[in-house]
């Protein structure tokens, strides 16, 4: 009744005050479901730019119309779309009430219904058009017709982001993993690597991503540690009819198709291990170490989803959505792996790598919608995500390394087969609940991962160039020159999680809204690593065949005492009390547990002034505790301790909303946030990849104040055209970087590196139609959008702690910054009966970016910039047979990253951040899928 009285209400106040123009309104519903407003569909005047959208309860209305004849057209993504014939009179209104449905619909029909397609561009945009906070965000549409395949690829496209080539790694206005924070329905999502902060957005296949948004700007309901911003990924849901969608497809890789491919003995075609429930020593002496031979490397990706709702007799419906599927890569490198600090410590000018990675995927979405007011939904994903790398380095017998025994100049070199694997389930409650002016919101989620590194096997040789030369008489040599340069190494991480969120809406009047709510998160990490080092007792051995590790490693070969005249013996670090570190099983090497408790409540008001300002001021206050107690071998007797930080921080945030005209908002948002440190920046176990180390630092622990502030113009001038220009300036107190100390390891931790950092930056984006059909929808459209940025951070000159290191620079850029990121694409979608074809362009850049500062006389680690440049190429065949082509990394650039060096130039090297090689290429996927909707 309140809504009628407001459209009556708004229809007088119409006549009233427009007597020499006319207008037309109504309401939009739709009669396939259950009496609820339609809201954010289209309203267009035919042959005109003038349009608008329905708010929330369905309401339109199109004002200061010129007496004459209008053809009107309504439309919604997913329902047909509906002319109507409309004649305005001065000083009238002419009221059309619209009910919109996948067929044809009557005027007469009252049948109401709220269906949010939130995954279409023009609705995505209508979203972030009215949305109260400075956000961007991606719908499915657009990740379908740009070929992105997951969560990663989607921020990437984004202005201001960009993604770590060779890694999930993502960037937001140059701040990287530890400065953000992703969530999945509002809810926090867990790390699955020890060495990061966030989840691998590459993990979240586009068949369950229904859109993926990016808050850039602070708002109350946000966690404290928010930075650059929030990355938040809506999850798939249905309430349609019933359907069935299945795809297959296949694909290679230019580098892969023709190569011999290996992988880690003990790993599945699926990406599964299955000795995990064995002692790692019990594995060692029962399992080999070469790697095995694998077909022909042919990609295939295959799925299917389905859905479908119910509606019962008192008005309530029970929708479910299921989708699952499996896909693998290829990848072939060759390239460099070079460890240089100060000097040159170990260099390959030749390595290859054999990578086969998968995905597999699964989640189910049951929602019931109880009436209008009330719904709830389940929503439950798993994800496997496995990585298998053999690698092989030192390949044309030039090898070198420092501390070698027999040659120091040549022929070193390492065979490194490492397989990781993820498994992750997140399970989440959500219900939303209104009454009168009260509106609840909340959800409640388990999230458990497991993220393992079973079984990694490491061996080194001296020599190798004997291996070439064809002559038996000569033979390579193992390199031992500690028992652990010929290793099997196991880790495990475990991570528990709750949380949950709760908001409370009152809607006091027209002006005045009040939103009070809860954040909480519990959660718990256990770590634990060993090695078992292979002790080379025969010195004089040589190995005749390389590739025929098994036939040296093996029991037959095991020196199990002084007569037995065995080749190898194994040893452990850390004994079991009572037993030899020599041929018995051991303890853990290194563990540590992280507990993170985090509760926080909120209150922000949203003020409406006049018809075109909006003010939200809100206030954040949240209780932060973090402990991680550990046991590491690299400090010695500090090694065994816990570090506990404990804050109390009061977050303020202003974000304002000035609506110019219907199509066009200027945005102003100030905040203050903070950064708090990460389990694995303080925990100061060391990772030690082929070529380059790294760890966590307990000088890291602490926190860092944000100051944050953003202006910025939209407008949306057309059917899923937007221009956009934005400036934003940050000041982070107290910075972490990722640092190389120079110390006679050269490894890479993180440490307060100054007093404070500044980051200054302008954005810009547009998306335009070029050539439009009939109904006015893009045939040819593209878009851009740019970020430019300069960084500044001032330096210590000296640091002491735990590892002591000095600058001899006051000042740097900002670690993980690219001065310029630039994404575009061009799309063409003519219809030619009932073929449809969509041919898309897209197209990325970022330029050179800090990857590790240097300390001492080291220079920084630097990422070259990299442009990628994909093709796709979708066919729709009628309207439920599809056949997609792709081909991407059409550029094929060079992978690469140096480090300054004053004297000598920049000098190769391999990052932490990337793969086990630099100056690499990743060659081109080519791809085809098919796809069918019963």
Do not use: C
């Not at 630092?697 to 202006?711: C, E, K, R, T, V």
Request: glycine residues 8%; proline residues 3%; without cysteine.
């Amino acid at each position: 009744m309140k809504k009628i009285f407001l459209l009556l209400f708004t229809l007088f106040s119409v006549y009233a005050n427009a007597q020499d123009t006319g207008s037309i309104a109504g309401k939009l519903t739709d009669k396939e479901f259950d009496n609820e407003p339609l809201p954010f569909a289209n309203i267009l005047i035919k042959g005109t730019s003038k349009g608008t959208t329905t708010d929330d309860a369905g309401l339109y209305m199109l004002d200061n119309l010129k007496p004459g004849d209008y053809v009107i057209e309504y439309s919604f993504v997913g329902y047909e779309t509906q002319t109507i014939e409309a004649t305005v009179e001065a000083g009238k209104v002419t009221e059309i009430n619209v009910p919109m449905g996948a067929n044809a619909a009557s005027l007469e029909e009252v049948v109401i219904q709220t269906t949010t397609k939130r995954e279409s561009e023009v609705a995505v945009l209508l979203e972030q058009k009215k949305a109260v906070e400075i956000k961007q965000i991606i719908g499915a549409d657009e990740l379908s017709r740009k070929g992105v395949s997951d969560a990663a690829g989607a921020v990437a496209k984004i202005s201001g982001v960009s993604k770590q080539e060779g890694s999930s790694n993502v960037y937001v206005r140059g701040l990287g993993d530890r400065y953000l924070n992703t969530t999945m329905n509002g809810l926090s999502l867990p790390s699955n690597n020890v060495n990061k902060k966030n989840i691998d957005l590459n993990l979240f296949s586009s068949d369950v991503i229904q859109n993926v948004s990016i808050s850039k700007a602070y708002a109350a309901q946000f966690y404290g540690d928010f930075s650059a911003g929030n990355v938040d990924v809506t999850s798939k849901e249905h309430k349609g009819g019933s359907f069935v969608d299945v795809f297959t497809g296949s694909g290679f890789n230019t580098n892969a198709i023709d190569k011999n491919f290996v992988r880690s003995e003990g790993t599945g075609y699926f990406g599964y291990y299955g000795r995990y429930d064995h002692n790692p020593f019990a594995v060692i002496l029962s399992h080999g170490v070469d790697p095995v031979s694998v077909n022909s490397p042919i990609n295939v990706a295959y799925g299917a989803s389905g859905g479908s709702s119910h509606s019962f007799e008192n008005g309530s419906r029970l929708s479910f959505f299921v989708t699952g599927g499996f896909e693998n890569n290829y990848e072939y490198r060759n390239g460099k792996a070079v460890d240089f600090s100060t000097v040159e410590k170990k260099a390959f000018e030749a390595a290859e790598e054999y990578e086969y990675s998968t995905t597999t995927t699964a989640m189910a979405n049951l929602n019931y919608k109880i009436n209008s007011d009330n719904n709830i939904s389940f929503n439950s994903v798993f994800i496997n995500s496995s990585s298998d790398v053999v690698g092989y380095f030192g390949i044309d017998g030039t090898g070198r390394n420092r501390d070698a025994i027999l040659n120091t100049d040549q022929g070193f070199y390492q065979q490194n087969v490492q397989f990781d694997q993820t498994k992750m389930f997140v399970n989440q409650l959500l219900g939303n609940h209104k009454s009168g002016k009260f509106e609840l919101d909340w959800g409640f989620g388990y999230n458990k991962v497991f993220s393992d590194q079973p079984d990694r096997k490491r061996f080194s040789v001296e020599n190798y160039q004997y291996a070439l030369d064809n002559d038996p008489s000569t033979n390579p040599t193992f390199y031992s020159n500690v028992v652990f340069d010929n290793q099997r190494y196991f880790q495990k991480i475990e991570d528990d999680e709750y949380n949950g969120r709760l908001n409370l809406s009152y809607e006091a009047n027209e002006k005045l809204k009040f939103n009070i709510g809860y954040n909480g998160r519990n959660k718990k990490r256990l770590f634990n690593n060993i090695r078992y080092g292979y002790d080379i007792v025969d010195g004089s051995y040589e190995i005749t065949d390389i590739n025929n590790l098994n036939s040296v490693f093996n029991l037959d070969n095991l020196n199990l005492n002084a007569s037995s005249g065995g080749i190898y013996e194994i040893k452990v670090i850390k004994p079991y009390p009572t037993l030899s570190n020599t041929n018995r099983p051991g303890l853990f090497e290194n563990t540590y547990t992280g507990k993170l408790d985090i509760y926080a409540g909120y209150l922000d008001a949203e003020i409406k002034a006049g018809e075109k300002w909006l003010f939200v001021p809100g206030i954040r206050v949240e209780s932060f505790e973090q402990n991680i107690a550990y046991d590491v071998i690299n400090l010695g007797n500090n090694g065994n301790d816990s570090k506990t930080s404990k804050e109390t921080f009061i977050l303020p945030s202003l974000n304002i909303k000035y609506a110019i005209n219907e199509d066009q908002n200027l945005r102003f948002s100030a905040s203050k946030t903070v950064s708090t440190p990460e389990f694995k920046e303080v925990a100061p176990f060391v990772y030690e990849d082929v070529s380059v180390r790294y760890g966590g630092n307990p000088d890291a622990l602490g926190y860092s104040d944000i100051y944050n502030a953003d202006l910025k113009f939209e407008s949306f001038f057309g059917r899923g055209e937007i221009f956009s220009v934005g400036v934003f300036a940050k000041q982070i107190n107290d910075p972490i970087n990722l640092v190389v100390v120079g110390d006679a390891t050269g490894t890479q931790r993180y440490v307060r590196t100054g007093d404070k950092a500044e980051v200054y930056g302008v954005e810009v984006e547009l998306r335009k139609n070029i050539i439009e059909d009939e109904n006015e929808d893009a045939v040819l459209a593209f878009g851009v959008n740019a970020t430019y940025m300069d960084t500044k951070q001032d330096l210590y000159e000296n640091i002491d702690g735990t590892f002591d290191l000095a600058f001899n620079k006051s000042e740097d850029e900002l670690q993980g910054a690219s001065p310029l990121i630039l994404n575009a694409d061009i799309s063409y979608s003519p219809t030619f009966n009932n073929y449809k074809p969509v041919a898309n362009v897209v197209f990325s850049y970022f330029s050179d970016r800090i990857d590790a500062l240097g300390s001492g006389d080291l220079g920084n680690i630097i990422e070259k910039s990299v442009p990628t440049l994909d093709f796709v190429w979708k066919n729709t065949i009628k309207d439920n047979f599809e056949v997609n082509l792709s081909a991407k990394n059409l550029l094929n650039p060079s992978i690469q990253y140096v480090r300054q060096d004053q004297n000598q130039g920049d000098i190769l090297v391999t990052s932490a951040n990337g793969k086990g090689v630099t100056d690499y290429k990743r060659g081109i996927n080519l791809g085809l899928q098919l796809k069918y909707k019963f």
